[in-house]
């Protein structure tokens, strides 16, 4: 259902799953302690074990068979610093009933900065729209992540989306890193406003390109 890559002119997102990733490269990266600041403002935490890891893995794979999510490496591709390296974690939470998809990211701390998420952002409104034809894609933010807020500002601004407002304790506490539920700033992106958007000669769109392979 889900393309196995996507690829803009920067970077490359693969499929994340058991039969894609090294457990033990996963691991290392999301058992860092430079993970208490990458994910500050979301919902991963670190990873204890490497069967914490392996569970994650397994769970994501389930997700996209079943339909419920796309989830994928985030991978500079040649001639990027850090080429084909994993950068971070990105994708799709479907809401079919919604014809609407939720969009994530977490990055690395060395490759922010770079502009990947409105580029990783374009490659996922392309499956969504393009590839499922879904109706709606929606990023959110916590309100004390500034860096997320310039970002998603930034890119839905680019392909004509709207901020919607915020959405008050809209994360539950089980789910958080403080215990306390979160409040989430929400944005929509409409089939619509994409198409218009890369219709549009003037507006500068990365080019996406997918594999189902």
Do not use: C
């Amino acid at each position: 259902m889900f393309p196995e890559t996507v690829e803009t002119e920067r970077l490359r997102l693969e499929r994340l799953g058991p039969d894609t990733v090294d457990v033990y490269e996963f691991y290392a990266i999301t058992s860092s302690t430079e993970m208490d600041e990458v994910t500050r403002h979301s919902t991963q935490t670190r990873h204890e074990t490497p069967k914490e890891s392996a569970d994650y893995l397994d769970e994501k794979a389930e997700k996209w068979e079943s339909g419920e999510g796309a989830q994928y490496v985030v991978r500079p591709r040649e001639g990027e610093d850090g080429a084909g390296e994993f950068a971070g974690v990105t994708g799709l939470g479907f809401q079919w009933d919604k014809q609407s998809a939720v969009m994530g990211l977490w990055l690395r701390k060395r490759f922010w900065g770079r502009g990947y998420s409105g580029e990783r952002a374009a490659a996922l409104l392309h499956v969504a729209f393009a590839e499922l034809d879904l109706e709606l894609a929606s990023p959110a933010h916590t309100p004390e992540n500034e860096q997320s807020k310039r970002a998603i500002e930034k890119y839905v601004e680019r392909f004509g989306g709207q901020y919607e407002g915020i959405l008050r304790n809209w994360v539950p506490a089980e789910m958080t890193t403080t215990g306390e539920p979160w409040n989430l700033h929400r944005y929509s992106i409409s089939q619509d406003e994409w198409r218009a958007a890369v219709d549009d000669e003037a507006i500068e769109t990365p080019e996406v390109r997918v594999s189902y392979e």
